[in-house]
Protein backbone atom coordinates (compact mmCIF):
# COMPACT_ATOMS: atom_id res chain seq x y z
CA UNK A 1 0.00 0.00 0.00
CA UNK A 2 0.86 3.51 -0.43
CA UNK A 3 2.17 5.83 2.31
CA UNK A 4 1.72 9.19 3.88
CA UNK A 5 3.95 10.71 1.31
CA UNK A 6 1.76 9.88 -1.55
CA UNK A 7 -0.82 11.97 0.04
CA UNK A 8 -1.90 14.91 -2.55
CA UNK A 9 -4.11 16.65 -0.34
CA UNK A 10 -7.37 15.60 -2.24
CA UNK A 11 -9.77 15.66 1.08
CA UNK A 12 -11.60 12.87 -0.44
CA UNK A 13 -10.97 11.01 3.21
CA UNK A 14 -12.28 13.88 5.03
CA UNK A 15 -15.77 12.77 3.93
CA UNK A 16 -15.75 9.85 5.84
CA UNK A 17 -13.93 11.11 8.98
CA UNK A 18 -16.39 11.38 11.88
CA UNK A 19 -13.31 13.27 13.73
CA UNK A 20 -13.32 15.84 11.02
CA UNK A 21 -17.11 16.24 11.14
CA UNK A 22 -16.87 17.12 14.75
CA UNK A 23 -13.95 19.15 14.52
CA UNK A 24 -14.09 21.39 11.30
CA UNK A 25 -10.72 21.21 11.42
CA UNK A 26 -8.02 19.81 8.90
CA UNK A 27 -5.35 19.12 11.54
CA UNK A 28 -8.31 16.34 12.91
CA UNK A 29 -8.12 14.23 9.79
CA UNK A 30 -6.31 11.36 8.26
CA UNK A 31 -5.15 14.41 5.48
CA UNK A 32 -3.78 16.76 8.21
CA UNK A 33 -1.92 13.81 9.75
CA UNK A 34 -0.54 12.91 6.49
CA UNK A 35 0.75 16.16 5.25
CA UNK A 36 2.21 17.16 9.03
CA UNK A 37 4.21 13.77 8.93
CA UNK A 38 5.56 14.98 5.14
CA UNK A 39 7.23 18.24 7.15
CA UNK A 40 8.42 16.20 9.27
CA UNK A 41 6.00 15.53 12.62
CA UNK A 42 5.87 12.58 14.43
CA UNK A 43 3.72 11.01 16.62
CA UNK A 44 4.42 12.87 19.43
CA UNK A 45 4.38 16.46 17.55
CA UNK A 46 0.39 15.03 16.80
CA UNK A 47 -0.62 13.98 20.40
CA UNK A 48 -3.46 16.14 20.35
CA UNK A 49 -4.65 15.39 17.05
CA UNK A 50 -4.02 12.17 17.54
CA UNK A 51 -6.56 11.78 20.31
CA UNK A 52 -9.54 12.63 18.84
CA UNK A 53 -9.61 9.81 16.09
CA UNK A 54 -11.66 6.93 17.26
CA UNK A 55 -9.95 4.27 15.10
CA UNK A 56 -12.73 3.59 12.66
CA UNK A 57 -10.72 2.71 9.56
CA UNK A 58 -13.29 4.56 7.17
CA UNK A 59 -10.72 6.85 5.38
CA UNK A 60 -8.79 3.63 4.60
CA UNK A 61 -11.55 3.06 2.32
CA UNK A 62 -11.96 6.31 0.06
CA UNK A 63 -8.07 7.37 -0.47
CA UNK A 64 -7.63 7.64 -4.33
CA UNK A 65 -4.40 6.61 -3.52
CA UNK A 66 -5.08 3.52 -1.48
CA UNK A 67 -2.90 4.84 1.82
CA UNK A 68 -2.87 2.54 4.64
CA UNK A 69 -4.08 5.16 6.96
CA UNK A 70 -4.96 2.94 9.98
CA UNK A 71 -1.34 1.57 9.86
CA UNK A 72 -0.42 5.14 9.54
CA UNK A 73 -2.42 6.30 12.25
CA UNK A 74 -1.20 3.29 14.02
CA UNK A 75 2.16 3.90 13.70
CA UNK A 76 1.69 7.53 14.66
CA UNK A 77 0.03 6.10 18.06
CA UNK A 78 3.12 4.15 19.04
CA UNK A 79 5.59 6.73 18.38
CA UNK A 80 3.42 9.01 20.65
CA UNK A 81 3.34 5.91 23.22
CA UNK A 82 -0.35 5.60 23.12
CA UNK A 83 -0.82 2.16 21.71
CA UNK A 84 -3.58 2.04 18.72
CA UNK A 85 -6.48 -0.17 20.26
CA UNK A 86 -6.64 -3.89 19.65
CA UNK A 87 -9.33 -6.26 19.15
CA UNK A 88 -10.15 -8.65 22.13
CA UNK A 89 -9.04 -12.11 21.09
CA UNK A 90 -12.23 -13.42 23.12
CA UNK A 91 -14.52 -10.87 21.30
CA UNK A 92 -17.26 -12.74 19.48
CA UNK A 93 -16.85 -12.52 15.66
CA UNK A 94 -20.18 -10.53 14.66
CA UNK A 95 -19.49 -10.80 10.89
CA UNK A 96 -20.02 -14.56 11.37
CA UNK A 97 -23.28 -14.19 13.92
CA UNK A 98 -24.59 -11.33 10.79
CA UNK A 99 -24.03 -14.31 8.27
CA UNK A 100 -26.48 -16.68 10.56
CA UNK A 101 -29.88 -18.24 9.25
CA UNK A 102 -31.14 -17.44 12.56
CA UNK A 103 -30.71 -13.33 11.89
CA UNK A 104 -31.68 -13.89 8.48
CA UNK A 105 -34.72 -14.96 10.01
CA UNK A 106 -35.45 -12.87 13.05
CA UNK A 107 -34.53 -9.02 11.60
CA UNK A 108 -37.85 -6.96 10.66
CA UNK A 109 -38.45 -3.92 8.59
CA UNK A 110 -38.47 -1.93 11.22
CA UNK A 111 -35.52 -2.35 12.66
CA UNK A 112 -32.19 -0.50 12.47
CA UNK A 113 -28.58 -2.72 12.73
CA UNK A 114 -25.79 -1.01 13.58
CA UNK A 115 -22.83 -3.05 11.74
CA UNK A 116 -19.41 -2.91 14.13
CA UNK A 117 -17.82 0.15 11.88
CA UNK A 118 -14.31 -1.35 12.99
CA UNK A 119 -14.73 -4.95 11.82
CA UNK A 120 -16.87 -3.91 8.47
CA UNK A 121 -14.08 -1.14 7.34
CA UNK A 122 -11.23 -3.84 7.68
CA UNK A 123 -13.16 -6.85 5.62
CA UNK A 124 -14.71 -4.35 3.95
CA UNK A 125 -14.94 -5.98 0.30
CA UNK A 126 -16.25 -8.97 1.65
CA UNK A 127 -18.83 -7.78 4.12
CA UNK A 128 -19.89 -4.81 1.71
CA UNK A 129 -21.96 -7.14 -0.41
CA UNK A 130 -23.23 -9.53 2.65
CA UNK A 131 -25.07 -6.61 4.63
CA UNK A 132 -26.49 -5.60 1.46
CA UNK A 133 -28.47 -8.39 0.82
CA UNK A 134 -29.13 -8.73 3.85
CA UNK A 135 -30.70 -5.23 3.92
CA UNK A 136 -32.73 -6.39 1.07
CA UNK A 137 -33.83 -9.51 2.12
CA UNK A 138 -35.18 -8.39 5.78
CA UNK A 139 -35.71 -4.80 4.47
CA UNK A 140 -33.92 -3.42 8.06
CA UNK A 141 -31.86 -0.53 7.58
CA UNK A 142 -28.44 -0.33 8.58
CA UNK A 143 -25.93 2.46 9.57
CA UNK A 144 -24.47 2.82 6.23
CA UNK A 145 -23.83 6.59 4.41
CA UNK A 146 -24.02 6.77 0.73
CA UNK A 147 -20.77 5.23 0.57
CA UNK A 148 -21.62 2.43 1.58
CA UNK A 149 -19.03 2.81 4.99
CA UNK A 150 -20.64 1.92 8.36
CA UNK A 151 -21.26 5.34 10.64
CA UNK A 152 -18.98 4.58 13.84
CA UNK A 153 -20.38 5.15 17.02
CA UNK A 154 -17.00 6.15 18.65
CA UNK A 155 -18.18 4.19 22.18
CA UNK A 156 -15.60 2.58 23.52
CA UNK A 157 -12.48 3.75 22.01
CA UNK A 158 -9.67 5.94 23.02
CA UNK A 159 -10.71 9.23 22.05
CA UNK A 160 -13.68 8.69 23.85
CA UNK A 161 -12.16 7.51 27.11
CA UNK A 162 -9.97 10.89 26.24
CA UNK A 163 -13.15 12.67 25.92
CA UNK A 164 -11.54 14.07 22.30
CA UNK A 165 -14.72 12.73 20.59
CA UNK A 166 -18.31 13.71 21.37
CA UNK A 167 -20.23 9.91 21.13
CA UNK A 168 -23.69 12.08 21.75
CA UNK A 169 -23.14 14.08 19.05
CA UNK A 170 -22.18 11.12 16.98
CA UNK A 171 -24.94 9.12 18.13
CA UNK A 172 -27.32 12.34 17.19
CA UNK A 173 -25.92 12.27 13.48
CA UNK A 174 -26.31 8.58 13.02
CA UNK A 175 -29.96 8.15 13.79
CA UNK A 176 -30.84 11.53 12.02
CA UNK A 177 -33.68 10.86 10.06
CA UNK A 178 -34.29 6.75 10.16
CA UNK A 179 -37.47 5.40 11.20
CA UNK A 180 -37.15 2.01 13.66
CA UNK A 181 -38.98 0.62 16.59
CA UNK A 182 -35.99 -1.90 17.17
CA UNK A 183 -32.55 -1.14 17.21
CA UNK A 184 -29.84 -4.17 16.76
CA UNK A 185 -26.02 -4.20 17.88
CA UNK A 186 -23.35 -5.79 16.63
CA UNK A 187 -21.03 -4.91 19.43
CA UNK A 188 -22.73 -4.69 22.72
CA UNK A 189 -20.74 -1.82 23.99
CA UNK A 190 -23.21 0.47 21.66
CA UNK A 191 -25.95 -0.96 23.55
CA UNK A 192 -26.69 0.98 26.71
CA UNK A 193 -26.53 4.92 25.11
CA UNK A 194 -28.40 3.41 22.01
CA UNK A 195 -31.15 2.57 24.35
CA UNK A 196 -30.90 5.42 26.08
CA UNK A 197 -31.27 7.86 23.16
CA UNK A 198 -33.66 6.37 21.31
CA UNK A 199 -35.66 5.26 24.03
CA UNK A 200 -36.54 2.10 21.92
CA UNK A 201 -36.01 -1.75 22.76
CA UNK A 202 -31.86 -2.47 22.09
CA UNK A 203 -30.57 -6.06 21.40
CA UNK A 204 -27.31 -7.09 20.89
CA UNK A 205 -27.01 -9.77 17.80
CA UNK A 206 -25.98 -12.78 19.77
CA UNK A 207 -29.56 -11.78 21.77
CA UNK A 208 -31.71 -12.12 19.31
CA UNK A 209 -30.13 -14.90 17.50
CA UNK A 210 -30.60 -16.94 21.02
CA UNK A 211 -33.87 -15.37 21.74
CA UNK A 212 -36.76 -18.27 22.16
CA UNK A 213 -38.53 -19.09 18.96
CA UNK A 214 -41.87 -17.49 20.63
CA UNK A 215 -40.44 -14.06 21.97
CA UNK A 216 -38.33 -13.33 18.26
CA UNK A 217 -41.09 -11.09 16.99
CA UNK A 218 -41.94 -9.47 20.39
CA UNK A 219 -40.36 -6.11 21.16
CA UNK A 220 -42.12 -4.75 24.26
CA UNK A 221 -39.45 -7.27 27.01
CA UNK A 222 -36.78 -6.51 24.98
CA UNK A 223 -34.59 -3.77 26.34
CA UNK A 224 -31.13 -4.68 27.07
S1 LIG B 1 -9.82 6.14 11.58
FE1 LIG B 1 -11.85 7.14 11.53
S2 LIG B 1 -11.71 8.89 12.93
FE2 LIG B 1 -9.59 8.19 12.51
S3 LIG B 1 -8.87 9.44 10.84
FE3 LIG B 1 -9.75 7.59 9.90
S4 LIG B 1 -11.92 8.07 9.50
FE4 LIG B 1 -11.11 9.63 10.90
S1 LIG C 1 -7.85 10.88 0.47
FE1 LIG C 1 -5.71 10.15 0.55
S2 LIG C 1 -4.61 11.47 -0.91
FE2 LIG C 1 -6.57 12.47 -0.48
S3 LIG C 1 -6.11 13.89 1.25
FE3 LIG C 1 -6.84 11.98 2.17
S4 LIG C 1 -4.97 10.81 2.57
FE4 LIG C 1 -4.42 12.42 1.13
Given at each position: ?????D??????C???????L??R?V??S???Y?????????????D??????????AC???????????????????????????A????????A??R???????????????I???C???????????????????????????????????????????????V????????????????????????????????K???????L?N??????N??E????
Amino acid sequence: MASFSDCYGCSLCLLSCPMWLQRRDVRFSPQGYAKAMQHGATGADMDQALSACIQCGACDLLCPEQIDLSGMIAAALQQAEAPAAVADAAEPDWFAMSRTPALRQRLRADDLYIIDAVCFHAGHTLRAPHYDQLRRQTGCSMNLDLNRMAVATGIGSRAESLQAFDVNRQLEWLLLGRRFQRVIVENPADQRMLAQMTGKPVLSVSALINLPESGANRSETEHA
